[in-house]
T-cell receptor, first 114, second 113 residues
Framework: DSGVTQTPKHLITATGQRVTLRCSPR?????VYWYQQSLDQGLQFLIQ???????AKGNILERFSAQQFPDLHSELNLSSLELGDSALYFC?????????????FGSGTRLTVV | QKEVEQDPGPLSVPEGAIVSLNCTYS??????FMWYRQYSRKGPELLMY????GNKEDGRFTAQVDKSSKYISLFIRDSQPSDSATYLC?????????????FGSGTRLQVQP
């Protein structure tokens, strides 16, 4: 157990729907990163939050949004889902807002859009 | 061209072999280099971390960084079937303009008993 908790583990939904993925970082970690992993794209950085504030944005679609709450857990919202959004979504956390010492990943949410 | 290139494999070796996994990169501002191991359907797990050039050893694992060639390597000695996984390199640096790790696409390793 890495200490980063992601729920749900699996999600199957239809095109056009909206889902919310949840992440609780390791105790003491202030920063949360969201990544998407698909077979043909590898790990793609979506967005980072540090202590409740958005810190960096990667290749995140406008249909996707995220936030980090005062208790430091984070949610990734995916709307108007398309078949191509099917992927593993990982959350990672670190103590600082900088990635330079690596971060700890959760076990991911597998999203299937049908 | 991707910023970090990694041969996807699969790389198949017999148990006990020495494994060499490699990444090349194009951004000379990268200074921090990591290797992650990812088992099927699991989250990536940090294996090794190095700063700038040089070698670092941890048990059966050795990480090497050659910044002049923009080339990093992970060596696994006495490989075991339990080492079968996808290995991802990752890197970052203060002057890269990136606020998150940049990952290679991963090399799938299979160690045959």
């Amino acid at each position: 157990d890495s200490g980063v908790t992601q729920t749900p583990k699996h999600l199957i939904t239809a095109t056009g729907q909206r889902v919310t993925l949840r992440c609780s970082p390791r105790s003491g970690d202030l920063s949360v990163y969201w990544y998407q992993q698909s077979l043909d794209q590898g790990l793609q950085f979506l967005i980072q939050y540090y202590n409740g504030e958005e810190r960096a944005k990667g290749n995140i679609l406008e249909r996707f949004s995220a936030q980090q709450f005062p208790d430091l857990h984070s949610e990734l919202n995916l709307s108007s889902l398309e078949l191509g959004d099917s992927a593993l979504y990982f959350c990672a956390s670190s103590v600082t807002g900088e990635p330079n010492y690596g971060y700890t990943f959760g076990s991911g949410t597998r999203l299937t859009v049908v | 061209q991707k910023e970090v290139e990694q041969d996807p494999g699969p790389l198949s070796v017999p148990e006990g072999a020495i494994v060499s996994l490699n990444c090349t990169y194009s951004n000379s501002a990268f200074q921090y280099f990591m290797w992650y191991r990812q088992y099927s359907r699991k989250g990536p797990e940090l294996l090794m971390y190095t700063y700038s050039s040089g070698n670092k050893e941890d048990g059966r694992f050795t990480a090497q960084v050659d910044k002049s060639s923009k080339y990093i390597s992970l060596f696994i000695r006495d490989s075991q079937p339990s080492d079968s996984a996808t290995y991802l390199c990752a890197m970052s640096g203060e002057d890269t303009g990136r606020r998150a790790l940049t990952f290679g696409s991963g090399t799938r390793l299979q160690v045959q008993p």
